[in-house]
């Protein structure tokens, strides 16, 4: 496909598969200063591993979306037919877009800890992947989940929480079109502090057609804060996931944003805000 659709005329690619976790980071550090784009196939976690090489770089991120989210992808219009990607990719609209970091690590759509976190790692652990498969395993975990009280330092200004999870969001979505925070923008300098609290169980499936349709923080279980600079205390250690991607963390973390750091084709529908 990238041989047929590929404007060859504007396009000279060198293709290269990675083979284990990081190795696509890897691959786009030694690719940075030698190629003007640098295309990412794959989902949020393969994005993630190319454009934390790229942060602050000249070279653009272009997208071929291939996972089982693709969050970023469809908030910047990134059709998730692999044909139409690439004739984005032809069409090269550029924008510059804002990079989240939790504990210095790059995320580029959304991070978070708290149930979100739990399910990613249970997730990863399920040979198949994909809507079904995310809300089967949410299913399963969600009455056993217990909230925690969270201590927010949000440039300057305290907060205490409990929460049932805590999502900082670049962009508005996990992925599959189901948006936390409607309102947030990769090119505001800010990330949305999404704090949720425990709601009852009979209410998951309301939550869910909330985030479908772009109606979360119309309910009383969803407060949105805003800012540049976040430090969170929580009880206990856990898993976090960095763009879906889960690890284990302790009970501080540093949340920044990196405004204007990574440069990125986007779809023809993406609209500045």
Request: aromatic letters at 10%; one cysteine or more; glycine letters at 10%.
């Amino acid at each position: 496909m990238i041989e047929k659709y590929l404007d060859q005329e504007l396009f000279n690619p060198t293709i290269v598969f990675s083979d284990g976790v990081l190795h696509a980071r890897q691959i786009a550090r030694e690719a940075v200063n030698m190629f003007d784009v640098i295309v990412a196939v794959g989902g949020d976690g393969t994005v993630n591993e190319v454009a934390s090489a790229m942060v602050h770089g000249k070279a653009v991120l272009g997208i071929i979306p291939y996972g089982s989210g693709n969050g970023l992808s469809r908030f910047l219009r990134i059709s998730m037919d692999a044909k139409k990607a690439l004739e984005i990719l032809n069409a090269g609209r550029v924008e510059t877009i804002d990079t989240g970091r939790l504990n210095g690590q790059p995320f580029f759509n959304m991070a978070g800890m708290g149930f979100d976190a739990h399910i990613s790692e249970v997730f990863a652990h399920y040979k198949s992947r994909g809507l079904f498969t995310y809300i089967k395993s949410s299913m399963e975990e969600v009455a056993k989940y217990k909230p925690q009280t969270y201590l927010l330092n949000i440039d300057g200004k305290e907060y205490s929480r409990e929460a049932f999870m805590l999502s900082f969001a670049n962009s508005s979505q996990y992925g599959n079109n189901a948006h936390i925070s409607p309102y947030a923008s990769v090119q505001d300098g800010l990330l949305d502090i999404c704090v949720i609290r425990k709601f009852p169980l009979w209410r998951f499936l309301e939550m869910g057609l909330r985030m479908l349709t772009k109606t979360a923080e119309g309910t009383s279980y969803v407060e949105i804060l805003r800012g540049k600079h976040i430090h969170v205390k929580r009880e206990n250690p856990g898993p976090v996931h960095i763009d879906g991607e889960p690890q284990i963390c302790g009970t501080e973390a540093q949340v920044d944003v990196i405004p204007n750091s990574l440069k990125v084709i986007v779809g023809k529908n993406y609209k500045r805000p």
